[in-house]
């Protein structure tokens, strides 16, 4: 069955420093791979997405996230945070052949401080 | 493009009693999914629409969950006689084709609070 783990429940950084958010997934191919934000009381926006190809992918608001599929894993980064990037943060796994149902982690809460 | 609209954004509501929520989706979208988020935990898939067939529902989605999409456009989301269990962030977002093409865009949800 597919899962997503994302280990860090929550993470401070300084802003301008660089961040990466881990995320792991377990599904027996290579799935679909997703990076979703979410603003207090606001629905979910899409950073980014891995479907096949080159396996570091460029999303919006200078996000980019790295699919290694010796590790499972599709990490997000950021070179410089801003204090606006304060949110929690959802990686999703979808089934490669079935992509209408996402497997969501638990999110990781990110906090910037000045 | 106005994006997914849910409505009411806020709902308390005593325990026993029934609620309906309703999600606008991107008018071109003929795909529409319905999720739960509870706190600190991530969405939780319910049920999804390809038009106005309901395509998929989750084990989650007990009885006393009925949700419909009537003519392909907006839906609703029933839940019946209410338990505190249900409280939690009822979440929709639709998308164009499967979310393999595109992903799903969300609306900002409807918090639901049993009392």
């Known amino acids: 069955a597919q899962s997503v783990t994302q280990p860090d429940i929550h993470i401070t950084v300084s802003e301008g420093a660089s961040l990466e958010l881990r995320c792991n997934y377990s599904y027996g191919a290579t799935p679909y791979l997703f990076w979703y934000v979410q603003s207090p009381g606001q629905g979910l926006q899409l950073l980014l997405k891995y479907f096949s190809g080159d396996t570091l992918v460029q999303g919006i608001k200078g996000f980019e996230a790295e699919f290694k599929r010796s590790q499972s894993s599709f990490n997000l980064r950021k070179p410089s945070v801003h204090w606006s990037d304060a949110a929690e943060y959802f990686c999703a796994v979808g089934a490669r052949f079935n992509t209408d149902k996402l497997i969501f982690g638990t999110g990781t809460r990110l906090q910037v401080f000045p | ?115």
């Open chain 2, 1 to 115: 493009d106005t994006g997914v609209s849910q409505n009411p954004r806020h709902k308390i509501t005593k325990r026993g009693q029934n609620v309906t929520f309703r999600c606008d989706p991107i008018s071109e979208h003929n795909r529409l999914y319905w999720y739960r988020q509870t706190l600190g935990q991530g969405p939780e898939f319910l049920t999804y629409f390809q038009n106005e067939a309901q395509l998929e529902k989750s084990r989650l989605l007990s009885d006393r969950f009925s949700a419909e999409r009537p003519k392909g456009s907006f839906s609703t989301l029933e839940i019946q006689r209410t338990e505190q269990g249900d409280s939690a962030m009822y979440l929709c977002a639709s998308s164009l084709g499967t979310t393999g093409g595109y992903g799903y865009t969300f609306g900002s949800g409807t918090r639901l609070t049993v009392v």
